[in-house]
């Protein structure tokens, strides 16, 4: 990879990185628009709880602290984890059409 292409490459980790952990800092802690719809007509306490509420990262949160450190953490590994998957595939990928002789 070229110097600008890393270059490329970091600037926008470093971008996704502040996005994550620093602007969710300013995120509303307002209900999304679903949940305060089911408020005012009245049935917001039919909702049942997902599958996966009980996991490390629900509600983007970390093991549900309601704080903004908790959600900046929560962003910043969403991030890494996403990053890591998606170099993942394209690594392997990469890899399969290399060796067949496709480049």
Known sequence: ???????????????????????????SSSPDGLEHAAEQAGFSHRAEDSATADSPFAD????????????????????????GLAGSVTWVVRRRSTSSGRR
């Open 1 to 27: 990879m070229s110097r600008r292409g890393r270059t490329l490459w970091l600037v926008g980790l470093l971008l996704a990185l502040v996005v994550a952990g620093g602007v969710s800092w300013y995120a």
């Open 60 to 83: 983007y949160l970390v093991d549900g602290e309601e704080n903004r450190l908790s959600a900046g953490v929560a962003g910043v590994v969403g991030v890494v984890v996403t990053l």
